[in-house]
């Protein structure tokens, strides 16, 4: 297979407000080309296979925010969209790596990437009856998330009710896993947008799953939850949270883990059930995955996970994740279904064209 | 002085949505008298000389409130309206107490009561250079909120900087004291809502006070944390709280103490900045005094706030207290101040009327 000439990435063109847009006078991304460097020593060129989607990358464009605010730094205008990547190696100059070996590396939205081998994060080994994409969710950033939040943060223990919101979701649904058959709480509920999720969480382990978009929603809840929940874990914000603050249990605790509906947002949805908070003791505590990692925690838990999915308690099959292929072109167009709730559990990109010569 | 003959109360007619109205076709209350029942066995005639005035009294009249939320029963139309009294004791068949005692009890409004002397909650022992109103407030539960909040909830310490909202109000001016006195942490800076009560803030220990109806309050603010706070006691929920999410330290700690400009808003301010809490990874605990004192914690930490103001560093003036002259027909006219921003310090209502033939 001839190397590849050229470079194809996506720019944060507009950072944008409201949802992103992908055409018109101001799209939010951009697409460039440039020729491929040739390779110097303890390099390696590298082939982006899979992409990882996750919410967060929203909060990362957003327009005007304050870097200092932000728990990774933003990405600019001009700069490459930032993501995780499942790669593999074309050509290499560096005896880490060898071509066809598949690698991790936050590469970004770009096809093809020639860097120096101390930039990839690692080589990924094969598990039989494992994808490798689930190293970019369940067995990654996303699988420790659920970890760290529910048993870490949360502080989720064997009596409890948790409720999970997003359970269809990456995070959620690993939450709901770990929830019930790993910490073996008492009862699962979970909140996704349609029957079909629902019954796949409650495949999972989940008692109940509701569907938030039905009629009903908020009084079948209620019925669900007679002695209240004593924990909530928050993948969604706005509406949903708000409500939420009225089904805790006195002294619950919420883990703010994400607020999906609120990202495209302007004007966020306001929260109106404060008084919940002090009248019945609420504690509320936000996290974000790397301050466990960047504990060192990281290893010892996917290790965890691992034996976990051995063990059983963590199924990791196809309905785990929602694999897109797609044209690099389109690239921006599978990571905004993040927002119109189209992916069950993690959303990965999978890209179909070799656009080895330079062109799309 | 003869006995009284008649009890005057007034019991809560019209739960209100929003602001109490005082007058109209619906009032919030309304005053009623009958006659006050001759002493049995081991009872005592109270005479109420002083009211205290509290936040937390709007909340437990609200129309509709689910009674599992709040953290003491609600006040139900017919009930007498709930609140700490001083009273004195007219007459006695309880050897406990005599003619002349001054005592502390959660009578409600009401301005005479024949009652078991077993209701009372304990006599006042006179301190010298103390008022007995203190014992309302800040050696009373206001002290106790103020305490619990700060050091427990909050875990404020030495290098911190803590922002107090409603610092002139009861609770805040005493948080104000014990955050810079007594834990001695670096910085304090208020809030409040003019110059004057500002400037009395600061004389009780904060670093700065700023006011927030002033023009540029939100600039100022950002000024004067240019790293950030690591605690925020908040008494005032809605806008404030949430333009001081945006200003917590990266693993700050909010203690969620009060709402006050929620109470009388049927429809809520929103909170929007909700994604503060996860990115900077902010603790939000709300917290109720009850708890404290329910776990047996009440008389040691009154202790250590009278040792405290006696060390000198807790002040307890005139300034800590708005004593308002009032006859019984006006209390809930002087409640209402409480929501008018008018009050500095305690809020507390002496009575100024006798009543003591049953009419007023």
Redesign the interface.
């Known amino acids: 297979m001839p190397l590849p000439t050229h470079s194809n990435r996506f720019i944060l063109s507009h950072p944008p407000t409201d949802l992103p847009v992908l055409s018109g006078p101001s799209p939010t991304f951009s697409l460039q080309t440039s020729p491929l460097p040739s390779l110097s020593p303890d390099q390696v060129v590298l082939k982006t296979i899979f992409i990882s989607n996750d919410p967060a990358q929203r909060?990362w464009i957003t327009a005007g925010l304050d870097p200092a605010?932000?728990?990774t730094p933003p990405v600019l205008p001009g700069q490459v969209m930032r993501s995780r990547n499942v790669a593999t190696v074309l050509d290499s100059t560096s005896e880490k790596y060898q071509p066809g070996d598949l690698v991790m590396m936050s590469m970004g939205w770009i096809d093809h990437l020639v860097t120096d081998a101390g930039n990839v994060d690692r080589k990924i080994e094969k598990v039989p009856g494992l994808s490798e994409t689930h190293f970019l969710g369940a067995l990654g950033l996303t699988g420790l998330t659920a970890l760290y939040g529910i048993r870490d943060i949360a502080r989720a223990t064997g009596g409890e009710t948790v409720v999970v919101s997003g359970a269809a979701g990456a995070t959620g649904s690993m939450v709901v896993q770990i929830a019930k058959h790993v910490i073996g709480v008492k009862r699962v509920i979970g909140i996704a947008g349609d029957e079909k999720k629902c019954r796949w969480v409650e495949g999972l382990g989940a008692d109940v799953c509701l569907n938030y978009k039905e009629e009903g929603f908020r009084e079948k809840m209620v019925e669900a939850t007679p002695e209240y929940v004593e924990v909530y874990f928050d993948n969604v914000?706005g509406h949903i949270?708000d409500f939420m603050l009225?089904r805790m249990k006195r002294f619950g605790r919420v883990a703010?883990?994400?607020?999906i509906t609120?990202y495209n947002k302007g004007?966020?949805?306001?929260?109106?059930?404060?008084?919940?908070?002090?009248?019945?003791?609420?504690?509320?505590?936000?996290?974000?995955i790397l301050?466990f990692i960047g504990a060192g925690k990281g290893p010892a838990a996917v290790g965890e996970l691992v034996q976990a999915y051995k063990d059983g308690k963590i199924k990791l099959g196809d309905e785990n994740e929602t694999v897109v292929d797609t044209k690099f072109a389109d690239v921006p167009k599978t990571w905004m279904m993040l927002f119109e709730g189209k992916n069950t559990g993690k959303l990965v990109t999978k890209i179909t064209d070799g656009a080895v010569q330079g062109s799309l």
């Not at 703010?256 to 607020?259: I, K, M, N, R, W």
């Not at 004007?267 to 974000?288: C, Q, T, Y």
């Open positions: 909060a605010r932000l728990y914000g949270l009225t703010a883990c994400g607020a609120q004007e966020k949805d306001g929260l109106k059930n404060w008084f919940e908070v002090i009248s019945n003791r609420i504690e509320i505590k936000g996290f974000v301050d």
